[in-house]
């Protein structure tokens, strides 16, 4: 500031002037020629414009610079340097400036600017063969780093025999091993080999010659490389070792610590831990006396994921940290952005997840400053995985959509089999197994073809879970043997824990006596985990020791592990801030784990911390006795309290809010943690009431073990109890059977009309607490006081519309869609409609006689949420969680049932049957318009009334763009309907190109598949 004062003072060329004496007064001292005083005289000379005698100057510092880690100055004066000499006649200079320039960018991170300044270089006239025989190897170096062998292979391929002439003996031997690395580069191993032969065989001639040593190096070192490329580790440390002996003989401590973190890395590669840690050592030391500073980095950075792999996490962030601030003293960027996600793997593995966003958001910047794409991609995965554990699943979707897309632009298929793997587990942890399947085995085989053990072996646990929740436990063995066996070859403690959770997941499941094997591999895995490291891993084998010992009524043991994973989600949440800790608690697997410790409470009446969490909404406060007290034995009849029961449910008017009050008196007078009560319709059941039973769809249907309860005991009329005679001969006969073992349960059938026959069913999670024969006449006793009310309820007609029809009204669905609307929000769960239009519908439907079709209607949709008749021939069908596969697969399975329904129901043969889906994925922008049109969202097939659309999307409710969108793609979606699906016709119907149509679709996101076969064509 005070020298722009002086200079404006004393005006340009007064200053210009100035500086020309003062400068030159500085290069007239015998000190000029110190690098740092040069530089002072170069930049006083320049400003004075006196070119000329500024380039020696420059040159010298320049120099220094470069070798000083200091290549931004350096590059800097390289470039003004550049500029000057353009119209000069230094010629020598020149190219010193270039050779020196392209030098410097390429080792700090720019090989662009690099290959154009050795391209010039090398199209510089009467240059000396030798100097153009070193550029040209130093362009196709360039070729190689910048993954463009090919090029660089034809760079060699122009070196001329005069110039190999010149090169000196050692020349052959130099093309032909730079020629092995760049085919090794395109992964044309067998050439790279023979290449490799061919250098050793002209070096041998050479051996006395000088630099002969360093050339052998070389080869030996792309031999290694080509024999690692072909699954030869062993052959590739023999020829390390030959590396090694010449480099320790010739005194070359760079090169030395170079080779030894090489192998180190290689050993480390193969899990061999111990070893690699050793050579790395020496390579520290090596490298600490020759001041290598980013040899040195790299060499902590190496050691840091040594350690984080053997689950000693402290000292892994120790060395990373100093691998961090070495990078960062040095200023080389291209090593931060992988240490700082390494940091944030630490940090994230040991469930610091907001410590662990901020570095990896770190990391990203990082990234984008040096335009480097596969450091952006790198960082993404580090992030969603993180996102993934937290249960952010907006934010992961939208970063797989990116790393999916980045890594087939830029073709980065390390990084793609990672993002099919990320995106597998969002369609586990969603429920859409067809999809997490495909997702997970493509992962596996791209990692399998890049040699990426430690991604495969995840890719076998990830797939193993996915079998674990279809049932499939001898799949699920096999694959998670196949993940140990690369887990154990590389000796990753996280993966190894991870092994073991599933191994006893996986026994738990088998057989009874697989109990013990399943707590064995539990106490193992807890074994390997040291300290603070993997926070959230030792939450879930704590959850998963405590749920099966639990189960099998060791109740202190199982109080020990809750307390244990507790205390571990409350630690992982107070590190969060507080937005990021409302979502990791509503998240489902934590939700799961609150609801099952809850639940522990209120059978064993402990006082374990439970956080708060959100229950279902409209259900009756549970009696504080059913909360204080534990299971206790009915005592002797006390007419008061059955009066009070006769009293509190005499005010209800309502058989549901009467059934919701029924179920939570019976557990006041005989405690447990769930029940509900469910009624035989004539077509299938339907959950009147029920306490912390989760989703229906997941325990009501009777292929399911508690739906097949209820309804036996209803067929058997007579209760159904864990212990009686006729238990044990039931649960062997039933398929469902086997998961009711461990568990007291008590079924009990009760009637209070001719058309109303429902079923209560009360569970403790454990037979050490059975219920007993007097729970049974106390519950009798309670229901035939309430039957006379039950029966005057259930003949009101406007109280048994769930009796008369399965399928609900217009107003039912409009009434339905806000609870649809708001599980959607809170729970994040995808919606699924089915638009049904079949000519004859409503005249079988109303006639009623035909229940058979309404019966096949429903059993081939189920699980669903409900069916809606909207008038007319049209059906809604409603369903929660589907994914977009399974609802697409749905509608063509009800498609080919309504085919065969028209024959059984004598309706006409060529009737059209349209059947179409609607997905609403979380956070689709449709959802407003659904919520604003409600079943008028629903009309295919009808061109819209332009009067009524306008007067609906003008509501107030939507944006104009929203509204123009809603109304674009109702159009689209009623001609592809009367065109069966004919893109050609329907875009002649709208009065567009063909190509428009096309856009439009994929815009919408509507697919024409959907609309052919028979549906209606004009």
């Not at 700090?108 to 290959?115: E, L």
């Not at 519950?779 to 035939?784: A, D, N, Q």
């Not at 909207?870 to 809604?876: A, P």
């Not at 190109?993 to 598949?1009: A, C, F, G, V, W």
């Amino acid at each position: 500031m005070y020298l722009h004062g002086i200079r404006s003072f004393l005006g340009e060329e007064a200053a210009s002037r100035l500086q020309s004496e003062l400068g030159k007064t500085l290069a007239a001292d015998k000190r000029s020629d110190d690098p740092v005083r040069a530089y002072e005289v170069y930049e006083l000379l320049d400003a004075a414009g006196d070119d000329l005698a500024a380039i020696p100057h420059g040159l010298t510092a320049m120099r220094f610079f470069a070798e000083a880690y200091a290549e931004p100055l350096a590059i800097r004066i390289g470039r003004r340097l550049m500029a000057t000499l353009e119209s000069s006649s230094l010629e020598e200079e020149r190219r010193e400036v270039l050779s020196t320039l392209a030098r410097v960018e390429l080792e700090s991170g720019q090989p662009q600017a690099s290959k154009s300044h050795i391209k010039a270089l090398i199209s510089e006239p009467g240059l000396d063969v030798r100097i153009r025989f070193e550029s040209q190897i130093f362009l196709s170096n360039i070729y190689l780093q910048i993954n463009e062998p090919l090029k660089g292979i034809k760079v060699l391929n122009r070196i001329t025999g005069v110039e190999i002439e010149a090169a000196g003996p050692l020349a052959p031997a130099r093309i032909s091993t730079l020629r092995a690395r760049l085919r090794l580069k395109r992964l044309d191993i067998k050439r790279a080999m023979s290449l490799c032969l061919r250098a050793q065989k002209e070096i041998t001639t050479q051996e006395s010659s000088h630099g002969a040593q360093e050339i052998q190096c070389q080869i030996h070192e792309v031999t290694a490389e080509t024999q690692l490329a072909r699954g030869d580790s062993a052959a590739a440390l023999n020829s390390y070792q030959r590396v090694l002996e010449i480099l320790e003989d010739s005194g070359q401590p760079l090169a030395l610590g170079a080779v030894l973190r090489t192998i180190g890395r290689v050993y480390y590669d193969r899990g061999k831990h111990f070893r690699a840690a050793r050579y790395l050592f020496r390579a520290m030391e090596v490298v600490e006396k020759s001041q290598d500073l980013k040899s040195l980095a790299a060499t902590y950075d190496l050691l840091g994921k040594i350690y984080r792999n053997s689950g000693d996490f402290s000292r892994s962030l120790s060395y990373f940290r100093r691998a961090l601030h070495l990078s960062e003293r040095i200023g080389d960027t291209t090593e931060i952005s992988p240490t700082l996600n390494s940091i944030g793997s630490l940090h994230a593995h040991s469930g610091d997840y907001s410590r662990a966003v901020r570095y990896f958001k770190r990391s990203i910047s990082n990234s984008e400053k040096q335009g480097s794409t596969k450091g952006i991609v790198r960082s993404f995965l580090h992030l969603g995985w993180t996102w993934f554990a937290l249960g952010e699943r907006k934010q992961v979707e939208n970063l797989v959509r990116q790393i999916l897309i980045l890594t087939q632009e830029f073709e980065l298929p390390e990084h793609q089999c990672e993002g099919h793997r990320l995106q597998g587990n969002l369609a586990l942890l969603r429920g859409e197994w067809k999809s997490a399947s495909k997702e997970l085995k493509k992962a596996e085989e791209l990692a399998q073809k890049m040699g990426l053990d430690r991604v495969v072996a995840a890719s076998c646990f990830d797939q193993a879970q996915l079998s674990i929740e279809r049932e499939e436990y001898e799949s699920a063995l096999k694959t998670v043997s196949r993940g140990m066996i690369k887990a154990e070859s590389l000796q990753s403690v996280p993966l190894l824990v991870r092994g073991l959770l599933l191994k006893g997941a996986i026994s738990r499941q088998r057989n009874e006596e697989g109990q013990e094997k399943a707590l064995e591999n539990y106490e193992k895995a807890l074994q390997m985990i040291t300290g603070d490291s993997l926070l959230p891993l030792q939450w879930q084998i704590h959850y998963a020791t405590a749920r099966l010992l639990h189960a099998s009524n060791e109740i202190e043991r199982a109080r020990t592990h809750y307390e244990r994973a507790s205390a571990l989600v409350e630690r992982i949440s107070q590190r969060l801030p507080e937005d990021m800790r409302v979502v990791f608690r509503d998240d489902r697997r934590r939700k799961d784990f609150f609801t099952d410790l809850l639940r522990f409470r209120k059978e064993t009446a402990t006082h374990i911390h439970v956080p708060v969490v959100a229950q279902p909404g409209d259900r009756p406060t549970p009696h504080p006795e059913v909360m204080s007290q534990g299971i206790e034995t009915v005592q002797s009849k006390d007419w008061s309290d059955f009066a009070k029961i006769i009293e509190v449910l005499g005010h209800h008017t309502d058989l549901r809010k009467f059934l919701d009050g029924l179920l939570e008196e019976i557990r006041r007078k005989v405690p447990s943690p769930r029940g509900f009560i469910a009624a035989r319709r004539r077509r299938h059941w339907q959950s009147l009431a029920d306490v912390d039973m989760g989703p229906s769809e997941e325990w009501l249907p009777p292929n399911l073990a508690l739906g097949a309860l209820a309804q036996e005991s209803l067929s058997r009329r007579k209760p159904l109890r864990t212990g009686d005679s006729d238990w044990e001969s039931w649960i062997a006969a039933t398929d469902a059977g086997a998961s009711l073992r461990g568990r007291s349960l008590l079924a009990i059938p009760f009637y209070a009309s001719e058309l109303f026959e429902a079923a209560l069913v009360l569970e403790r999670p454990t037979a050490g607490n059975p219920f007993r024969v007097e729970d049974v006449q106390l519950i009798e006793e309670i229901l035939v006081l309430v039957k006379g009310q039950l029966t005057a309820l259930a003949r009101n007609a406007d109280l048994l519309e769930y009796e008369q029809s399965e399928i609900c009204s217009h107003a039912a669905f409009d009434e339905d869609l806000v609870g649809m609307l708001y599980r959607h929000q809170r729970d994040k769960e995808p919606l699924g409609f089915l638009e049904v239009s079949l000519p004859g519908l409503d005249l079988i439907l109303r006639d009623r006689e035909d229940e058979l079709f309404v019966r096949q209607l429903v059993e081939t949709l189920q699980p669903i949420h409900g069916v809606y008749h909207t008038g007319g021939d049209h059906l809604i069908c409603a369903l929660i969680g589907a994914g977009e596969d399974d609802l697409r697969k749905r509608s063509k399975d009800l498609q080919h049932v309504l085919h065969d329904l028209r024959d059984q129901f004598n309706l006409p043969v060529d009737v059209p049957v349209t059947v179409l889906p609607h997905w609403f994925a979380v956070g689709s922008p449709e959802i407003s318009s659904l919520a604003s049109s409600r079943s008028d969202f629903f009309r295919a097939g009808l061109k819209p009334d332009l009067d009524q659309e306008v007067a609906e999307l003008t509501s107030g409710e939507m944006s104009l763009k929203e509204a123009k969108t809603a109304l674009e793609k109702r159009y689209i979606i009623a001609e592809l309907f009367r065109s069966g699906g004919n893109i050609t016709r329907a875009a002649e119907a709208l009065g567009i190109h063909r190509p428009q149509l096309s856009n439009l679709l994929k815009r919408h996101e509507i697919r024409k598949e959907d609309f052919e076969g028979d549906s209606p064509r004009t």
